[in-house]
C-alpha cells in the first residue's frame, strides 16, 4: 500500500459524482491539448464527463473516442455537428481549435442550446468574440472564456493577498510569457488562423492575470514589437512584443510576450509593503506563488490539483445551478480590446489612451467564484 | 487555444492504443490512491486501462465504476474475485490493499492466471512475500512490486549519473520520508493488518531507493526507533525510526522515517566529485533532482509525466511481450528481509549483520530497463 | 581549527600586498555606504588601502579614522580637501557624496592630479558629467564609474554565457530594481541634489546592466512614470518609473524601478536557445545566476568575494599600470544622456528616438577587462 | 551615490567605537582562516581590533602585520608568545593552531590574565580541553570555544521556533557536513595534531548544533565510519563517519561527515507540527533558514553581517562586562566526551549509552545569550 498523498484530498469516495449527473462535454477539435490536457481533466473531473468528439477525421475521431471509453458512435466530424443537437446527453460544448473557427462552432452551438466553453483568445478578430458573446446571451446559453489562470489556488491566493493589502498598496508589475514555435507550419503563425502572434496566444495570459490581480482595468498602452525579415516563422505575426499598460492610481505593468524565446512564464507584483512573485505562473502544473514581506519569503503551498478540471467543473456547475461563469464571454472580449489597442500603439508608435472604466472585476461575476482550494499539504 | 504544454509530447495522436490492444488492469481496492491515483492513470494510459474494480461494498464499487465510465457488471465484491477468471479482457490485478491482505489476493489471482502487479511492501510478513513470490511462479504468471520511484525520470537521471561516475565515487547517503497519520483509525497503525509502522510504509521507500540508486545491497544495519507509550496512534506500531546501512566499499547511508513527523521526502548521495539531491524525493508530483558539481547546482528539468502511469504501463508491457518486469516480487522480498534485519536491530539494540551478497542490481530484471523519459521541457 | 572555506582562495599569505606598494585612497564623503562597505573593501584588499576620509563633520572624520586604524591627521574636512595635494600617498580618491556635489570634487581631485573613482551616476546632470571627463583628461587622471555590477562573476558569467551564444539570439530582457525610501529626509529625494528619483539612482543599475549584458547601445526609449500628488516623499521626484528600450536587432527590454516598491533586484535575459536569471541582480552580495538551456537550469556557484573589493583594486591596478579603467567617465556619461531620453519620453508620452550607435561594448575599454573570478566553490 | 544596502543597518556612523575603548585581540597561528576571516572580522568589529598576531616565522607575521596596518613590533614568533604580557592593549587572544597545540597556547595565555577565544574543538583529546577549562578558571580568565554557528541569527532563530513550539514536539533530526580534503599534507589528517578525523573538524558542527538546537544531551549513541587502506590521505584518520544520537523523549538524530565527499552543510529538523532547514547550515556566509508549517515554506531573511565579527564581538562584550560567553569552555569540553563515545561505537560496533543529564542549555550560559540580529532586510 502505498503512503498517502500529501493533499488531505477531497473526502468522498468515489470523488466524482455518478456519471449521469455529471455534465456532458462534447469536446470540438482534437489537437494536443485535448488529447494530453482536456480529456484526462474531464475523465477525472468531478462535475463533468467526456461524451463526444468532434474533429476533421472521423477515423481520429472514432480513435480518440475509442481511447477514452466512448463508441465510434461518440465521434463526429465538424461537418456533422449539429447532430449534436439530438444528444441530450451533450449539455456543453468546449471548443479547442483555431482562433478564427471559434466564432462560427459558438455560434452553431448556440443555436442547439448547448452551453460553450470557448479557448481563448476568445476569437481572431474583436467583432467576431462580440458576435459569439451577442449569439450566447440570444440563445439563452452560457458562453464561458477558458481563462484557467482565473481558477487556480495560487492566482487566486495572489489576488487575495492583494485585495487584503497584504502587500501594501500595489505600485508595479511586470510578466513574461514566451515560448519558441519551432516551426513555420503551424496555424498559430497564420494571420487569418490566429488573428495575431505570441501576444494573442500567450501574451493574453499577461494581459489578461495583470488584469485579474489587480482588478482593474488598464488607462492606457504602449508596445513595440520585432518581426524579422528573415525568419520563415514570422512572415504574417510577430515573433515578440512588448507592452506597458497604466493602470488607475499611476500603477504600470510591463509585459514581455514572444514565439522565439526560451520557454518563461512569471508575474511579479510589487506592492509598497511586500511582493509577489509567481514563476512559474502560467504552465499547466507546478505553478509557484511567492509572497514576500517582512521577515521572509514564503512559498505557499497547495495541494495537488488539475487545472483543467477545475475549469471544466466550474462551468458544469454553472450549468447545473444556472450560474453565469466567473470568466464570461465580455470578459475575454475585453482582453480583445486591449490587445487592438496594443496592436495599434505597435503600428503607431505611439501610447493609445483607453476609454476610463471605474471599479473593480468589471467583466467578472463577482458573485460566482470559483471553488477555492485553500493553502494546505 | 492555449499555449502548447511545456513537454515536448509523445507523438502520435491519439497517444493511446486502442483499447482492445491495451491491458486491460482489475483494481482490487477502492481506497483513496485507487481513486485519486490509479484510476485517473489507467484511464490516461498508452497500454493499460481499467477493466474492473474489486471492493468490499457492492454500492462503491458499483459507484466508482459507473464514475470510470464502466457499468455495474465491471464491479465486484472480494468474495467474488474469482468471477474474474471468466474474464479474457481482465489480464492483470492492481492489488492496492492492506498489506496483510496481500497474500491472498496474490495467490488467487495467481489461480487464475492473472498477472498481478502489488503495491507495496510487498506483504505483512517476509515469508507471505516469499510465498508470492512462488505462487505466481508456480503458476506462471508475473509478479511486479509497485515501486514507482524506480520507474520515474529524476531516479533514473539519479541512478545513471551515479553509475557514470559524474558524482565521483559515492560515500555517504542520507534519505527522510516522514508524514504525520492524524488519527489512530486507519490499518496503517494496526500492526496485525500492516505488519509494521511507518518503516513499513514510508521508510521502505527510503530502504529501496538507496538500494536502487546504488545498485549494492547493505551488509549491516543499525536502528533505532521511538513509540510513545501516551499516543493512542502507536500502541501497535513504531512512530518513529531511524537506520543506518552499511553498504559495501565502506559506503554508509542513515535514514529517517516516521508517521509523527512533518511531511518531508528528501535523499542524497554525496560523492567525491559531485552530488545528487533528490528534494521532494517520493512524492506523486514535483520531484525534483539537482545534480552539483564543479561550476554549479544543476535542477534537471523534464516533461509531465504520470508516475503511476509509467508503472502500470511498463507492466502492461512486461505482459504483452512476455517479460520479467524490472521490479519483480524478488526485489520486494529482499526489502522485506532487511526491514526484518532493521526491526531486528531495534530489538537487540545491536547491529545486525546481512548476508553478504556481490555485484549490482541483484534483485531488478536489468535486461527490462523502463522505458526512460529524457531531460528536457 | 575551524574547517576551510567553501571556496580555493587566493592562494598566497599574506595575500594583500605590503600598505606601501598599494594604492592609498581618499574617501570623500562618510555615509553609510562608506562605513559599511567601502572601508572594510579598502581594508581588506589587494591592492589599494584606505589613507584618508573627507566628510563635512571633523569629529565624525576623526572618529571614522582612527576607528580605521588611522590617525587624527587623515581627517579632513571638506574645504581643506586640497590639503590632500600634499599627500604623496593618497593617489585615488573616491567620490561617494551626493550627486550634485560630484562634479566639483571631481574637479578639484583632478586639479590635484588624483585619480578619481567616483560613484554613481556620475553627476546630477548630463553637462556636469561631461565636464567631469573633460576634467580628467585635461588633468591627465583617470576617472572611473563606479559601476560595481561590471566587476562581478555573476555579471561577466552572463555576459559570456551571452556572447557565446549560450542563449541563442537574445529576443527580451527586463529588470527590475526597487526599493522603499522611509522618509523625505534624504538627498536622494531632492531633485537639486539627487537629478531625479529612482531612475538616477536605482533604474540606473536596470539601464546600465543591461547596456553591459548586451554590449549594445539602445535605439529608441518610451517611458511612463508615476508621481503621487499627496505622498511628502515625493514632491520633487518620481515615486516609480517603468521605460522599455529598443536594442538593435529588434531586441526590447523593458524596466521598472522605483522608491515605493518593495526591493527587488532582478535582470532576465531570453535568448532562442536559452535564458539567464539574475535575482538578485543588484544587492552587495549574494548575487544568483541561473543559466537555463535544454536539459536543466543551473545555479552558477562562485567563491565568496567583496563586490567593493573587486571595483577600488581594478582601479588600483589601472592607476599602477597606467591603464584606462574598464568603466571610464564616458560609459557614465552615456547613462546621463539615455536618463535625460528617458525622462524626455515621461515627459512628452512620446517615444524618443536615440542617435544610432554601432558596434558593441562603445564606451568600455575591452582592452582592459577586470580580472575575472572563475566559477567553482 | 549607489542604493543603499538590502538591510537596515545598525545606526550610528562610526559604527565602531573607537579603537582604544574596544578589546584588543592577538591572533595566535596565521592560516587560512585567520587572514580570509578573523583578521577581516577584527577590523570591521565593533568592540575588537587586531593588536597582535603570533606565529612560527616572524617574516610571514610582520607581513600579515603590516597588511593590517600594524607594526612589525606587533608581529611575534610563538617563543616569544609570553612578551605580551606587557602588552596591556591585548586584552585577548585567539587561539587558531592544530587541535594539539590549543592546549598549551591556551594554558600559557592564562598565566598572563589574557582572556581566551579558542577554535573547535576544543583540543585533540578531552583531558586537554578538561585541563584548559581548569586553567583558565584558576587563572581567572574567560575561556570561550569558538562555535560561531551558536552566534548566528538563523540558527537562533531556529532555536527559537523550536523552544516556542512552531514546530511542534520534535521527532527527528538529520545533519551532514562533508568536505573534500584534497592533499594528504595537511594536519588535519595527523591523528596526533588533530585528534581524529572528520568528526573533529567538520562532524562536529553537526554534533554541537544537533545539541543547541535541541538544547538537550543525547543519551546513547552509534557510530559507524570508513576509512579506506589505499588512500594516502586516510592512513591516520577516518574519511566518512556516520553517527545517530538518541536524545530525551525518543528523538533521533542521525548525521554524516566525511573528508572525502562533496561540500555539504545542512541541518533539518522535523516536528509534528512543522519542520526547519538548515541548507548551508554551516558556511562562512549565506545561511539560508526555511521553516515550513501549515501553509508554506518560509525563508527567513536577515540583514547581512559577518559570522565572525559575532564572535569577537561577543566575547569581547564579555570581558568588558565581565560576564561568562555563552559558549564556555565546558560546552567544547561536552563535545569532546561526545566524540570519545562515538569513537568508542565506531570500535566497537555497539550502542554506546551516555550519562544521563537532565536540564536544557546544561554548559551553555543561558544568562549572557548573544546579542539577537533580527529578522528583515
Chains 1, 2, 3, 4 share one sequence.
Not at 506597458?244 to 518563461?264: E, H, N, Q, R, W
Request: hydrophobic residues 40%; contains cysteine.
Amino acid at each position: 500500500m502505498p503512503n498517502p498523498p500529501l493533499s488531505s484530498a477531497p473526502p468522498s469516495v468515489p470523488n466524482p459524482e455518478p456519471q449521469r449527473e455529471r455534465v456532458g462535454y462534447a469536446v470540438v477539435g482534437l489537437g494536443e491539448l485535448t488529447s494530453e490536457a482536456l480529456i484526462p481533466a474531464l475523465r477525472t473531473s468531478q462535475h463533468a464527463y467526456l461524451a463526444a468528439v468532434v474533429t476533421s477525421d472521423i477515423d481520429k475521431g472514432r480513435a480518440v473516442a475509442g481511447a477514452a471509453g466512448l463508441t465510434d458512435a461518440d465521434a463526429y466530424v465538424y461537418d456533422d455537428f449539429e447532430q449534436l443537437s439530438t444528444r441530450s446527453d451533450v449539455q456543453a460544448v468546449y471548443i479547442v481549435l483555431p482562433n478564427n473557427l471559434h466564432r462560427d462552432f459558438v455560434e452553431r452551438a448556440a443555436r442547439m442550446g448547448k452551453h460553450v466553453l470557448c479557448e481563448k483568445p476568445l476569437a481572431s478578430k474583436t467583432q467576431d468574440a462580440e458576435a459569439m458573446v451577442a449569439a450566447c446571451k440570444a440563445a439563452g446559453v452560457r458562453l464561458m472564456a477558458a481563462y484557467r489562470i482565473q481558477y487556480t489556488p495560487e492566482h487566486w491566493a495572489a489576488k487575495r493577498a492583494i485585495a487584503e493589502g497584504k502587500l501594501g498598496a500595489v505600485k508595479l508589475l511586470s510578466s513574461a510569457h514566451t515560448q519558441v514555435e519551432p516551426t513555420a507550419d503551424t496555424w498559430r503563425l497564420k494571420l487569418k488562423h490566429s488573428g495575431g502572434g505570441p501576444l494573442m496566444d500567450v501574451g493574453i495570459y499577461c494581459l489578461n492575470t495583470l488584469r485579474f490581480l489587480t482588478g482593474r482595468e488598464p488607462e492606457w498602452v504602449f508596445a513595440a514589437q520585432h518581426q524579422p525579415t528573415d525568419d520563415p516563422r514570422f512572415t504574417e505575426v510577430e515573433e515578440s512584443l512588448s507592452f506597458m499598460l497604466g493602470f488607475p492610481g499611476g500603477v504600470i505593468a510591463s509585459a514581455l510576450c514572444s514565439y522565439g524565446a526560451d520557454k518563461t512564464t512569471s508575474l511579479r507584483v510589487l506592492g509598497d509593503g511586500g511582493a509577489a512573485l509567481l514563476d512559474p505562473a502560467f504552465v499547466y502544473s507546478g505553478l509557484k506563488l511567492t509572497l514576500s514581506g517582512e521577515g521572509g519569503d514564503t512559498l505557499v503551498r497547495f495541494p495537488n490539483y488539475d487545472q483543467f478540471q477545475l475549469e471544466v467543473d466550474h462551468f458544469a456547475q454553472c450549468i447545473r445551478l444556472g450560474h453565469e461563469p466567473y470568466t464570461p464571454g465580455e470578459e475575454g472580449v475585453q482582453d480583445h480590446r486591449l490587445m487592438d489597442a496594443i496592436y495599434e500603439s505597435v503600428r503607431s508608435g505611439l501610447r493609445v489612451v483607453l476609454p476610463k472604466l471605474s471599479g473593480t472585476d468589471l467583466f467578472r461575476t463577482v458573485s460566482n467564484q470559483p471553488a477555492q482550494i485553500q493553502p494546505g499539504r
